[in-house]
């Protein structure tokens, strides 16, 4: 089992059902946490209408990581700092 989801880059319209089933399958407590300027913002598609963000309204995010891209240890820091608190 998992006890999170990481998002890692935009959530476009073909994801966003898979992504609130994988979300649902998680039991609680649960985290998400957005990695990377894409996944928190949209990026460089934060006005194509193929993006979805209902998700990120509808969910409290825990967690956002900034970066383009991230390095893999700010997600460990992150993380570590997350749950250290």
Known sequence: HADGIIITGPITENMAVALEDAYLSIPDPK???LAGTCAISGGLFQTSDTIKRDFLD???IDLYIPGCPVH???IINGILNYIGN
């Open 72 to 74: 893999p240890l700010t």
């Open 58 to 60: 509808k969910h409290e």
């Open 31 to 33: 985290i998400i946490i």
